[in-house]
């Protein structure tokens, strides 16, 4: 089964502070996603990346950059956190290369900006 | 811009009944579909997936459908169980890294 983890499923920090979301998935997938998730609102990309150090915005990127290092890791940061950054942030794994394939989504963490 | 949506945001079904949850898009390029269900406090979990060349695709008491003419999809879930009970969205691949754009989900609640 193709695993996706999540570093926390729960954070709180504050306004102004610098906070890393980590992913981790064990498939050996190339294309790796960042997602936010708000009622009424869908999942919205935020980041994706299709190979280490290979980085693309997606359609809401703004207050965020992200980090893929390593071919199984995909971190996400926000470099001052802000209240509206307030949400459920979902990672999500799939192959490349050209295959159109399903994405494989992590637990989710939900992040609360005081 | 083109986007993927949902017709109906609530749907409640009696545990054994079918369930038909629909979806409409817009881009008619797209060419890859997927269902995904997302239970509380979870990622979205895949369920069932169709690639533009079928009409159909059945799985393990779900079934999509595929209507290119009228861009619609819709998902049919056989026996309802309660734990079908979750948000399900469709998501639809517009090509380029395996992009997907997801609707903004529907609930379905079924009742015993």
Redesign the interface.
């Known amino acids: 089964d193709v695993k996706?983890t999540q570093s926390s499923r729960y954070l709180v920090k504050r306004t102004g502070e610098k906070v890393f979301l980590e992913c981790v998935q064990d498939m050996d997938h190339e294309?790796m996603f960042w997602y936010r998730q708000d009622p009424?609102?869908?999942?919205r990309?935020i980041y994706?990346s299709?190979d280490v150090k290979m980085k693309?915005k997606?359609d809401i990127p703004e207050g965020y950059s992200v980090s893929r290092e390593k071919k199984e890791r995909f971190s996400l940061i926000l470099e001052s956190a802000s209240t509206n950054q307030t949400s459920m942030y979902?990672c999500a794994s799939?192959?490349?290369q050209g295959?159109?394939?399903?994405?494989?989504?992590?637990?989710?963490t939900r992040l609360t900006v005081l | 811009g083109e986007s993927v949506g949902l017709h109906l945001p609530t749907l409640s079904v009696q545990e054994g009944d079918n369930s038909i949850i629909n979806c409409a898009y817009s881009n008619s390029a797209s060419d890859y579909f997927i269902w995904y269900k997302q239970e509380s406090g979870k990622g979205p979990q895949f369920i069932i997936d169709i690639r533009s060349n079928m009409d159909k695709r059945q799985g393990q008491r779900v079934t999509v459908l595929l209507n290119k003419t009228v861009k619609h999809l819709s998902l049919q879930i056989a026996a309802t169980q309660p734990g079908d009970s979750a948000v399900y969205f469709c998501a639809e691949n517009i090509g380029g890294y395996n992009k997907l754009i997801f609707g903004a989900g529907t609930r379905l609640a079924v009742h015993p």
């Open positions: 996706v294309n009424g609102l869908g999942l990309l994706f299709y693309e997606g979902l799939s192959f490349g295959r159109t394939d399903t994405q494989y989504f992590g637990p989710g």
